[in-house]
T-cell receptor
Framework: GDSVTQMEGPVTLSEEAFLTINCTYT??????LFWYVQYPGEGLQLLLK?????DKGSNKGFEATYRKETTSFHLEKGSVQVSDSAVYFC????????????FGTGTRLQVFP | DADVTQTPRNRITKTGKRIMLECSQT?????MYWYRQDPGLGLRLIYY???????NKGEISDGYSVSRQAQAKFSLSLESAIPNQTALYFC??????????????FGPGTRLTVT
C-alpha cells in the first residue's frame, strides 16, 4: 500500500543552520505531497504542498521539490530560527483518493540559539 | 476564536467506559475527519465524513464510532474504552468538495488516557 518514510529525529540545529528533512514515498501513480508542521500544544497546519512531478512548494522560507524519479519530497530551509522548532510531517494523498492523507511518523526539529 | 475546536482537551477514563470526543468548526467546510496520533506512528485516519449523510471508515475504525450531527459538528465515540486507545486525537476539516483544495485544517487535539 501507499506509505511515507521520514528520517527519524530529533534533528538538533543551531540558529541560522541549513535544514534538510528527508521524505520518501511509495505510491502508485502521481500522489499529491504535503508537509505539515505541528508546534507544541497545537494541531497540524499545512506548510507547503506539491501536486505534480517537478513542482516546488514553498512557504515561510521552507521549500520542497516533488521528485518522481527518486520518489522524494525533502524539506529544506536555508537558515532556521528558534521559532521553527516543531514536529514536521510529510504526507501524501493518493491519486483519485484525495480525501485520504497518509502521514509519515514525523520528525522533531529543535533549534537552539 | 479557533476555527476548529475540540472538547475536552484532556480526558482520563477507565477501561470499559464509554466516552465521546466532540469537534466543532466555524469554517463552513463540508468534510470532517478524525485521526489518532501515536508516538512513532504519525497520524492515522479513523473516520471521515463528506457531509451529514455520508460517513466512511478510515484505516483504523475498529472500536470507534462517529456521528455527524450537523455540518459543523462531528463526534467520535469509544463505546468501551481500552488502554491501547490511549492517544492524541485530532479532528480536521477540508473544503475539498466545494473548492478542490487539498488542505486540511486541524483542531488542537484531545489527549485521551485510558487506565
Amino acid at each position: 500500500g501507499d506509505s511515507v518514510t521520514q528520517m527519524e529525529g530529533p534533528v538538533t540545529l543551531s540558529e541560522e543552520a541549513f535544514l534538510t528533512i528527508n521524505c520518501t514515498y511509495t505510491a502508485t501513480g502521481y500522489p499529491s505531497l504535503f508537509w505539515y508542521v505541528q508546534y507544541p500544544g497545537e494541531g497540524l497546519q499545512l506548510l507547503l504542498k506539491a501536486t505534480k512531478a517537478d513542482d516546488k512548494g514553498s512557504n515561510k522560507g521552507f521549500e520542497a521539490t516533488y521528485r518522481k524519479e527518486t520518489t522524494s519530497f525533502h524539506l529544506e530551509k536555508g537558515s532556521v530560527q528558534v521559532s521553527d522548532s516543531a514536529v514536521y510531517f510529510c504526507a501524501l494523498s493518493p491519486p483519485g483518493d484525495t480525501d485520504k492523507l497518509i502521514f509519515g511518523t514525523g520528525t522533531r526539529l529543535q533549534v537552539f540559539p | 476564536d479557533a476555527d476548529v475546536t475540540q472538547t475536552p482537551r484532556n480526558r482520563i477514563t477507565k477501561t470499559g467506559k464509554r466516552i465521546m470526543l466532540e469537534c466543532s468548526q466555524t469554517k463552513g467546510h463540508d468534510r470532517m475527519y478524525w485521526y489518532r496520533q501515536d508516538p512513532g506512528l504519525g497520524l492515522r485516519l479513523i473516520y471521515y465524513s463528506f457531509d451529514v449523510k455520508d460517513i466512511n471508515k478510515g484505516e483504523i475504525s475498529d472500536g470507534y464510532s462517529v456521528s455527524r450531527q450537523a455540518q459543523a459538528k462531528f463526534s467520535l465515540s469509544l463505546e468501551s474504552a481500552i488502554p491501547n486507545q490511549t492517544a492524541l486525537y485530532f479532528c480536521a476539516t477540508s473544503d475539498f468538495g466545494r473548492t478542490g483544495s487539498y488542505e486540511q485544517y486541524f483542531g488542537p487535539g484531545t489527549r485521551l488516557t485510558v487506565t
